[in-house]
């Protein structure tokens, strides 16, 4: 997991909806825990999913909701107060075996009730916030999965302190632009019809006062919209957002790299221009989909997915205009996001879903730019080539075409670019597929994406059966398996790393780490 705020804190300090996020992001699964005088809230997180939440402050108990929204009346909330006392079961448990609430009732209060506990957060100008990585219990009766988008929306539409929304917006001088993130700029969001207006008016020419000018919202709405989109990195500063993440050591390796990320800053540009020019369709309502989202079309939608080339997985032919391609990766992105399938049965989908979204994702990346395009056909041309057909030079330039692919994979790699990493690499295996180091940095790529890692363990097994004797590939399988939370697969790894190779550094310090353990 990896935060991009500390864990521990102040919440005037991190904030609570950046909080959030990078939770999210991280893909974390622990239990956040948010303190302020004598109350103590806990949201619990499952891969960046919020799943529960729960509070000792007696208002937020869910007998005392119930009774405030008039779901149960006075004396059936006593009956209840006293069946718990007397069997220790829940609350609403008892409520629905006493016949007062329905299974489906009980279901809609608890989301409710968890929802209102994040929400009340919103308001908490101060207090400490901590977060604990560590596996959730399995036994909960109610496992929840809530979209963090809208409910980073709903709660900073709770905070009506206008002066103090200000002073949290950069300057007001500032030009916002859109992000080129899919994960981010495909996120669900629930917004009115003015509000969705508004949101065409960040155009990347506008400044944060021109907006404020423009828009039909209220002043008190519109600093409200801006600081879930800069929260919620739908919007960023224009030309500061890529700069400010950068180390010196990730600036040092971009000037030696500058030459060969040309043509990845050209797909950047270009992938700019057309989130820029395509507002109107990413926020637009309706269908996103041709046909109903659910485990099972997922699951066999994910199935057919090896083998397909980008144009097959969009759906388009391959003479398809650049328009065409736009349309059919927002249809799909918007469809696949897994931040918008919380329904009841979509977990088991979860990571399907995942891969999903950064394969349409990775085919639109390369097909939108006419040069990266070209050069993906002509990589698909050759490898429709039966080895008796290629001639040898062509085959000598194969191999070169792929060792240049690969060294620029493995720069961007160290570079922390893993797209432009397994975009290189992936062409330097279908270009040369006989090379273990090539799927070894594959493997090692794909490691490091979101709902990959089954694909990296299949990329690094196969660089393990090229060569077998390569100490080292064990070692990288085996941090894939720590990271997949499986010990003793991973102990078996750093055991045969060190029996191909007994000096093996890495290996050696893993072990004794995991043994220590």
């Known amino acids: 997991m990896a935060l991009s705020i500390p864990t521990v804190g102040k919440l005037s300090d991190a904030r609570l909806p950046r909080l ?173 019809q003015a509000e969705r207006e508004f949101l065409l008016l960040v155009d990347g020419e506008r400044t944060i006062r021109e907006l404020l000018t423009d828009t039909m919202l209220s002043a008190l709405q519109t600093v409200q919209a801006l600081h879930f989109l800069l929260s919620a990195g739908i919007v960023q500063v224009k030309g500061v957002a890529t700069a400010a993440a950068e180390t010196s050591e990730d600036s040092r390796q971009r000037i030696e790299l500058e030459l060969e990320s040309l043509i990845s800053e050209a797909i950047s540009r270009k992938k700019q221009e057309e989130m820029e020019t395509s507002r109107v369709e990413l926020f637009e309502e309706g269908e996103e989909s041709e046909r109903p989202i659910t485990p099972e079309s997922i699951r066999l939608i994910y199935e057919a997915l090896e083998g397909k080339d980008h144009y097959e997985v969009l759906g388009v032919e391959r003479d398809a205009a650049p328009s065409e391609i736009k349309k059919a990766y927002f249809r799909l992105a918007k469809a696949y996001h897994p931040d918008r399938h919380h329904q009841p049965g979509m977990a088991e989908a979860h990571q399907m879903l995942e891969t999903l979204f950064d394969r349409v994702t990775q085919a639109y990346d390369e097909l939108i730019n006419d040069s990266s395009r070209r050069r993906y056909d002509e990589a698909q041309a050759l490898q429709r080539h039966r080895p008796s057909q290629v001639k040898p030079e062509e085959a000598k330039q194969r191999e070169q075409q792929a060792a240049e692919q690969a060294k620029r994979g493995e720069a961007a790699l160290l570079a922390g670019k893993v797209k432009e990493a397994m ?72 055991g045969e790393a060190l029996r191909w190779d007994p000096a093996n550094k890495k290996a050696k310090e893993q072990l004794a780490h995991l043994k220590r353990r």
């Open 20 to 192: 959030l996020r990078s939770l999210q992001r991280g893909q974390a699964t622990g239990v956040l825990t948010v303190t302020r005088n004598d109350q103590t809230k806990h949201i619990y997180f499952r891969n960046g999913d919020i799943i529960f939440a729960a509070s000792r402050y007696e208002d937020d108990r869910l007998g005392e909701m119930l009774l405030k929204w008039g779901k149960i009346t006075y004396p059936q909330y006593e009956m209840s107060v006293r069946l718990l006392k007397e069997t220790g079961k829940r609350q609403g448990m008892i409520l629905v075996e006493q016949g007062v609430l329905t299974p489906k009732d009980l279901f809609q209060a608890v989301t409710a009730q968890v929802k209102e506990i994040i929400l009340s957060l919103f308001t908490w100008l101060e207090g400490d916030y901590s977060f604990e990585e560590r596996p959730l219990p399995t036994d909960e009766v109610f496992t929840l999965r809530m979209s963090s988008g809208s409910l980073i929306y709903e709660g900073i539409r709770r905070n009506t302190d206008f002066t103090r929304l200000c002073r949290l917006l950069p300057p007001f001088e500032t030009v916002l632009t859109m992000t080129t993130d899919p994960r981010d700029l495909f996120q669900p969001i629930s917004v009115t």
């Open 423 to 494: 975009y290189c690499l992936e062409w330097a295996i279908k270009s040369d597929g006989k090379k273990s180091r090539y799927h070894a940095l594959l493997g090692q790529t794909l490691a490091a994406v979101p709902g990959r890692v089954k694909e990296a363990e299949r990329e690094l097994l196969l660089a393990i059966e090229m060569e077998p004797a390569n100490g080292d590939y064990y070692v990288v399988l085996g941090m894939l398996y720590l990271k997949m939370k499986l010990k003793e697969k991973a102990l078996t790894q750093f």
